[in-house]
């Protein structure tokens, strides 16, 4: 799997305006989202414009400041996370384009191969971001809209395979959403991995972690 970097004014006008539109819900769900200097929902797409278009000069400095870095990150740990993901029982793509943003959330997706990251001084926040958000691509169809689970049990899920033992080679900590619920067992065992190297069964703590493997080791 090849991680493109990219970071440009025409997709941060075009994530700002979605972030505008999506603000009733992300209000609903408990979200706070970073927008536009002096802007909300009721502003005219060029004023939206004009804003993120001056906002973006020193996101863009910060943009190349940090980019060398987490490329560096990406190549060293690519076996690591070639590894991890080849638990997944599900079609892994071959390339995902990472677009940085200083507007949203801390991160989101659009399937089948685009993921958008926080842009911050933090490199290795990025990468956990950015191993968040690529496991959401890879079990949104055949996983999470086919059973129809809710936001936060989704939530949930992808925060528990990012506390995969194999990843604190990649980060020292991750920490879980406090809004998170806990889907139930029968939905739990839908979800499709392999077995590991070892032959150990799936869906244990040595592939897990503490925080998602006590409950998977009840299946």
């Known amino acids: ?16 305006l979605k972030m505008l539109a999506k603000l ?21 797409e060029e004023a939206v414009e004009e804003v993120v278009a001056f906002e973006f000069q020193e996101a863009n400095k910060l943009f190349q400041k940090i980019n060398p870095e987490i490329e560096q990150m990406l190549n060293k740990n690519q076996n690591t996370i070639k590894k991890f993901f080849s638990f997944f029982d599900y079609d892994i793509p071959d390339k995902v384009i990472v677009y940085f943003t ?36 890879i079990i949104e169809e055949p996983f999470i809209k086919k059973f129809s689970i809710s936001h936060w049990e989704k939530e949930f899920i992808v925060d528990g395979l990012c506390s995969a033992s194999i990843l604190k080679k990649l980060y020292s900590n991750y920490t879980p959403q406090k ?4 889907p139930s067992l029968k939905v739990i065992k839908k979800l499709k991995l392999k077995k590991d190297p070892l032959s150990i069964p799936k869906n244990t703590e040595l592939l897990f972690g503490n925080f998602y493997g006590k409950v998977l080791n009840k299946i």
């Open 1 to 16: 799997m090849k991680f493109i970097l990219c970071h440009s004014l025409e997709n941060e006008i075009q994530h700002a």
């Open 24 to 44: 009733s819900w992300f209000t609903q769900n408990g979200y706070k989202i970073k927008l536009p200097e002096g802007i909300n929902q009721d502003y005219k």
């Open 102 to 137: 200083i507007y949203g959330p801390g991160g989101s997706y659009t399937v089948p191969d685009k993921i958008i990251v926080m842009l911050k001084d933090d490199p290795e926040w990025i990468l956990k971001m950015i191993i968040h958000e690529t496991i959401h691509i």
């Open 179 to 182: 809004q998170t619920k806990k």
